[in-house]
């Protein structure tokens, strides 16, 4: 067995089902000594020596490697065709900021200037310490992506797509092609579109990252990130040695429950979805509401290429500005009585949230704007519910 925290590669024999036969069943594993058709939940942090000294299991501490992380990590590499496999860690920003600790001192990074603002503050508070330069550009405008670029210097770009909360979308193909003819590596931020609607690794992205706190989970109750990777290269190997050595690896109770998620993820975003697309087809027709961002209305500037980039649908996240501005906006997210006005997204229980006042005055998000994360609920009754808090507005 190679070292206990290197990158697991999907098996070679996995068969040719459909990755949602293959999620519902956790790739069909079945535990050997019992015969369970749901894998253990293993929580030892020690795994006894053999005689000769050796770790026959490949197990030998919890803080590089643990059984149950690995089993959500497969199904995790599975979804994303993840050739070098996926690594989960404590939360999204464990595992985008692992990306930005792997590089070097001098080295350039092109980074969305709409993104998520956690991640964004992080950069700028890190990135010159580390003498790590970051440019900001708006990602769906491709030629001042590419302007941004500096050959040999720039070795990270990093897109969000859709990205958060104005739901611009992003060329991947187009992206990757510009960062890879520059000798730098594309990163995608894919939790608003989950693998069930993108996979950024078939299109051209070296490395995929989630918050699987979002949909991947989507029962807000784990906080977890994942890190899924094209090619088990030297980069890919770093990340694995900074997770590890770092001590970053989620905990066996939350790969446990992320795992159980995991196998109904692909019910779960086709429905989101649908509500999601249905809701932004009738608040688009609202009188209180001047505009609708969602990259599955056909009117939407970024609907051609994600037509073109994602499947089964567009997403599970939409955002409306209120016509009377940010008072009515805030009013009217007080008066909703079936979404919740909360934080996060993902879940199966509908969000809504003022963004404005989560991100400050350096917020690039209109202060008119309130992003919606559409949950399972009965679409009539979330559209009823935003039509009556939004008519009182
Ligand atoms: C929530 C989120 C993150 C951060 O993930 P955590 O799990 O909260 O650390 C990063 N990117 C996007 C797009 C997110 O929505």
């Not at 894919?190 to 979002?214: E, F």
Request: aromatic share 6%.
């Amino acid at each position: 067995m190679s070292e206990p925290n290197a990158p697991k590669p999907p098996s070679d024999a996995a068969p040719a089902f459909a990755k949602r036969s293959l999620a519902a069943q956790a790739l069909g594993h079945v535990d050997p000594v019992t015969r369970a058709v749901v894998a253990p939940l293993h929580v030892a942090t020690t795994f006894l020596r053999d005689p000769d000294n050796g770790y026959s299991s490949g197990f030998s501490y919890a803080r590089p490697d643990n059984a149950t992380v690995r089993e959500a990590e497969a199904v995790l590499a599975m979804l994303e065709d993840a050739a070098a496999g996926a690594l989960l860690f404590g939360s999204g920003m464990a595992a985008a900021t692992a990306v930005f600790t792997a590089l070097e001192p001098g080295d350039h990074v092109v980074a969305p200037r709409v993104m998520y603002w956690g991640l964004k503050r992080w950069l700028n508070a890190e990135m010159p310490r580390r003498r790590i330069a970051v440019d900001f550009v708006d990602m769906d405008d491709l030629p001042a992506l590419e302007r941004a670029i500096r050959p040999g210097t720039t070795t990270l770009v990093w897109i969000e797509t859709p990205g958060n909360p104005l739901w611009t979308v992003t060329d991947i193909a187009e992206a990757a092609r510009l960062a890879h003819a520059a000798g730098a590596r594309l990163a995608v931020d894919s939790t608003a579109a989950s693998p069930i609607h993108t996979r950024p690794l078939t299109l051209g992205a070296d490395i995929v990252m989630h918050s699987a706190t979002k949909i991947l989970n989507g029962h807000s109750d784990v906080v977890a990130g994942v890190l899924a990777g094209a090619r088990a290269d030297a980069f890919w190997e770093r990340l694995a040695a900074i997770r590890s050595g770092g001590g970053a690896i989620l905990g066996p109770f939350e790969a446990y429950l992320l795992m159980r998620s995991l196998r109904t993820l692909p019910l779960r975003a086709a429905a989101q979805a649908a509500s999601a697309a249905e809701l932004a087809r009738r608040l688009q027709a609202h009188p209180n509401v001047s505009r609708v961002l969602y990259p599955g209305l056909p009117d939407d500037p970024g609907h051609a290429v994600a037509a073109r980039q994602m499947q089964g649908g567009f997403g599970f996240m939409l955002s409306i500005r209120v016509r009377d501005g940010e008072a009515a906006a805030i009013a009217a997210a007080a008066r909703v009585r079936l979404w919740k006005r909360a934080t996060s997204l993902g879940g199966v229980e509908s969000l809504i949230e003022h963004r404005a006042s989560v991100e400050g005055p350096d917020s690039p998000c209109p202060p008119d704007l309130l992003r919606l994360s559409t949950g399972i609920e009965a679409v009539d009754d979330l559209f009823a519910d935003l039509d009556a808090a939004l008519r009182d507005a």
